[in-house]
């Protein structure tokens, strides 16, 4: 989601937790993810809806601040998520549907 070329900016997060029993280190269970939306993806400030898009939650699409939250947040509203070109690679559907219900009972 990041469109960020710097590798060492990016962190792989997990879909999953690790403190889920199903929270696998594994590249299906995973998003390569900056810093910021690493912690975001985390703290449930945004999350991926099962059509792979990135949703932010419904009370920070309303605050009102500087060009982090505008262009670094509110804006990805609805963006799609790139995905890698080997399905292999690609996040496994389950774990996004999961996550995103967590997600939805955040907001
Ligand atoms: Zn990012």
Redesign the pocket.
């Known amino acids: ?2 469109r ?1 070329r710097h590798i060492s900016l990016l962190d792989a997060a997990h879909i999953i937790p690790d403190s889920d029993e199903r929270g696998v280190p594994a590249v299906s269970n995973g998003l390569a ?2 810093k ?2 690493h912690a975001a993806y985390d703290e449930n400030i945004l999350g991926i809806s099962p059509d792979l898009k990135i949703r932010v939650r419904t009370d920070i699409l309303r605050e009102v601040d500087g060009p982090m939250l505008k262009y670094g947040l509110q804006e990805m509203n609805d963006a799609p998520l790139s995905l890698p070109r080997r399905r292999i690679d690609r996040p496994n559907l389950e774990a996004i549907e999961q996550r995103y219900e967590r997600f939805r009972a955040a907001g």
Request: with cysteine; hydrophobic share 55%; glycine share 0%.
């Open positions: 989601m990041c960020l993810l900056c910021i939306h």
